[in-house]
């Protein structure tokens, strides 16, 4: 998509690009009201001034946000800086400012784009298979992808025209209604949504395997290793 940036959009060394992001920061233990940051960071950086120049877009106090809100003046402003660009200091080249890639949790990444979450029917970000469900001892049924082919992938402009056909009640292909980031010219809402390497894998697969190879209720097990931690 960087590579496309520059050969379809121009994009100059002159120009910025941004990873954005936004999420739930719980305030009080008895309430669940959350403070929700709207932020970016600025790819052109290298990776040691990235993270220490975080820029901070908005913020919402309250309960979960209605993101078709929240998001418009975002929006707006990310509109105008992909077309119009801005003067910095006394330059006369505009610098324009692409909002590349959306980087969020599984939940923030469904109320952003206003689809159904992982474990909802249609809940790959990435696919149009449905899921497969399975019954749990306790709790909902999970719902997971196994391996499958032919893949049917979701794009851009399918995603805007289930959302122009779905309505509360009936989600079309996993898609409950427009969504306000459609609006933002370049960003993909599907190619431009990245998986959350953190919550996935470090405190998805590998926390559930490290849990079976330490954990005492698998010791009888052949992959049990808690007796030979040291």
């Given at each position: 998509?960087?590579?496309?940036?520059?050969?379809?959009?121009?994009?100059?060394?002159?120009?910025?690009?941004?990873?954005?992001?936004?999420?739930?920061?719980?305030?009080?233990?008895?309430?669940?009201?959350?403070?929700?940051?709207?932020?970016?960071?600025?790819?052109?950086?290298?990776?040691?001034?990235?993270?220490?120049?975080?820029?901070?877009?908005?913020?919402?106090?309250?309960?979960?946000?209605?993101?078709?809100?929240?998001?418009?003046?975002?929006?707006?402003?990310?509109?105008?800086?992909?077309?119009?660009?801005?003067?910095?200091?006394?330059?006369?080249?505009?610098?324009?400012?692409?909002?590349?890639?959306?980087?969020?949790?599984?939940?923030?990444?469904?109320?952003?784009?206003?689809?159904?979450?992982?474990?909802?029917?249609?809940?790959?970000?990435?696919?149009?298979?449905?899921?497969?469900?399975?019954?749990?001892?306790?709790?909902?049924?999970?719902?997971?992808?196994?391996?499958?082919?032919?893949?049917?992938?979701?794009?851009?402009?399918?995603?805007?025209?289930?959302?122009?056909?779905?309505?509360?009640?009936?989600?079309?292909?996993?898609?409950?209604?427009?969504t306000v980031v459609?609006?933002?010219?370049?960003?993909?809402?599907?190619?431009?949504?990245?998986?959350?390497?953190?919550?996935?894998?470090?405190q998805g697969v590998m926390r559930?395997?490290?849990?079976?190879?330490?954990?005492?209720?698998?010791?009888?097990?052949?992959?049990?290793?808690?007796?030979?931690?040291?």
């Amino acid at each position: 998509m960087y590579k496309e940036l520059i050969t379809e959009h121009g994009l100059s060394s002159n120009d910025m690009s941004l990873t954005w992001n936004t999420d739930g920061i719980p305030v009080f233990k008895s309430s669940d009201y959350a403070i929700w940051p709207l932020q970016a960071s600025i790819n052109e950086l290298p990776p040691h001034l990235r993270h220490k120049n975080i820029l901070l877009l908005g913020l919402w106090f309250g309960k979960k946000p209605n993101m078709n809100v929240f998001l418009v003046p975002f929006v707006e402003e990310c509109s105008r800086l992909e077309t119009c660009g801005f003067l910095f200091g006394n330059e006369i080249q505009p610098r324009k400012v692409f909002a590349l890639l959306l980087s969020a949790d599984s939940p923030a990444r469904a109320i952003v784009r206003n689809v159904k979450q992982f474990n909802g029917q249609f809940g790959c970000d990435w696919c149009e298979f449905e899921g497969v469900t399975v019954a749990t001892a306790r709790g909902p049924p999970i719902r997971y992808y196994p391996p499958r082919a032919p893949v049917e992938m979701r794009s851009s402009k399918k995603q805007a025209a289930y959302a122009l056909q779905a309505t509360t009640d009936n989600p079309v292909k996993g898609v409950k209604g427009m969504t306000v980031v459609d609006l933002i010219p370049f960003f993909d809402t599907v190619r431009g949504t990245v998986a959350d390497y953190m919550h996935s894998v470090c405190q998805g697969v590998m926390r559930h395997m490290a849990y079976m190879w330490f954990d005492s209720k698998y010791h009888g097990e052949i992959f049990y290793i808690g007796t030979k931690a040291n």
